[in-house]
């Protein structure tokens, strides 16, 4: 990673006049703030992957290499994994310990404790407040204990194992934003409950909404979880995760879109592969969605319904998997074909597919694709 790069595009975007600099310069102070009240040293960071932590987690690198002037120093980072975590979300979060120099503790409960944590943020003993460079710019706000709240317990008990780990941690960044569970009534500084690990969780961007997660993550072409990209908006357990369904792609979606299934033969000079619908003109200037065979532009094959060459064995090892494409390539005596079907082939119906995170339109839908309550399967002893 380019710390310095980072810091770069970071601080530019918050003196811009992008309508998401506010936010971001707002983190920033934050971040600084807690900074400067307990050095690197006794700061983590909760960091399991999702979109919002991840935001986080580029914003305090900005932070380090701004104020601390090296990056050098590892970054104390925890992961508090939900029970059957996605091996996908796991993978980022060793690429991400990787490129960000992360100390990244696991606090794993026992096996035989199958507890949610779902983001809880005990309330506040005392309230403070947060002074920027340009003023005052919030307060703590006094909230209620979690009590038995749902992921609190599970919540506590990993608290408890890395205070006993890193016992000079004394404040954690957080991800958390007003939208989430337990978030509605916190702001940036928030001290944990009586009967809970002694921490200070920092919230820096409590006031983000869902779009300005994204606007941040694109804009400045951060790497984020692959499943993101897979129509899940946000991240907990396999058994009770799934894409947004405000995100499926309908029959009216794909009219403006490349076919969902497409077998092209390349590597023949003599023809050039189109599906049957023709994509619209656009598409077929963007080399970037896809690859067209264009040695002769006068000859085309169109989609045979009938003939799949699949089903050629000795084609078989050729075909690789390109997204929604499946390209067989390397027989240059094979003719051109496509084949081009709605949401099946053969009859055997093809997986639904769902738009990307970053399009979902209404942020109040971000965890309609959560099913709260669900219970981990039981995996029976072998």
Request: hydrophobic share 35%; with cysteine.
């Amino acid at each position: 990673m380019d710390y310095q790069k980072i810091a770069s595009d970071v601080y530019n975007l918050a003196d811009s006049d992008e309508p998401i600099a506010p936010l971001v310069r707002e983190a920033l102070q934050v971040i600084e703030q807690c900074l400067d009240q307990y050095g690197q040293n006794h700061i983590s960071l909760s960091f399991n992957g999702g979109k919002d932590c991840t935001v986080l987690l580029h914003l305090y690198a900005a932070v380090l290499t701004r104020k601390v002037l090296s990056m050098h120093k590892p970054i104390f980072a925890l992961y508090i994994p939900d029970p059957s975590p996605f091996p996908a979300l796991e993978e980022f979060i060793k690429i991400s310990t990787q490129d960000y120099l992360l100390n990244l503790f696991t606090c794993n409960l026992s096996s035989d404790i199958q507890l949610p944590v779902e983001s809880v943020t005990p309330g506040v003993s005392t309230p403070t407040s947060l002074k920027g460079s340009d003023g005052y710019i919030g307060y703590s706000l006094q909230t209620q204990p979690v009590g038995s709240a749902r992921g609190g317990e599970g919540m506590r008990r990993a608290l408890e194992l890395y205070k006993l780990r890193f016992p000079d941690i004394q404040a954690i960044l957080v991800g958390t934003r007003r939208t989430d569970p337990h978030g509605t009534t916190l702001s940036y500084r928030n001290a944990t409950d009586p009967g809970w690990p002694a921490f200070e969780r920092v919230n820096p961007v409590i006031n983000w909404g869902y779009s300005d997660v994204w606007t941040f993550l694109r804009k400045l072409k951060i790497p984020y979880c692959t499943l993101y990209d897979e129509g899940y908006t946000s991240l907990g357990s396999t058994y009770n995760t799934f894409p947004n369904p405000a995100l499926l792609v309908t029959d009216s979606d794909s009219s403006n879109t490349l076919p969902s299934s497409l077998t092209v033969v390349a590597n023949n000079p003599n023809a050039m592969c189109l599906a049957e619908p023709t994509p619209p003109e656009s598409f077929m200037n963007d080399l970037g969605s896809f690859t067209i065979i264009a040695n002769n532009p006068d000859q085309t094959c169109f989609a045979d319904p009938i003939c799949d060459l699949r089903e050629t064995e000795s084609l078989k090892s050729s075909i690789e998997t390109l997204g929604p494409f499946q390209v067989l390539a390397n027989d240059p005596n094979t003719q051109c074909h496509a084949e081009v079907n709605d949401r099946s082939t053969n009859g055997v119906s093809l997986p639904q597919r769902y738009r990307p995170a970053y399009e979902l339109q209404d942020g109040a839908l971000e965890r309609a694709g959560r099913i709260s309550g669900a219970i981990p399967p039981v995996i029976p002893e072998i």
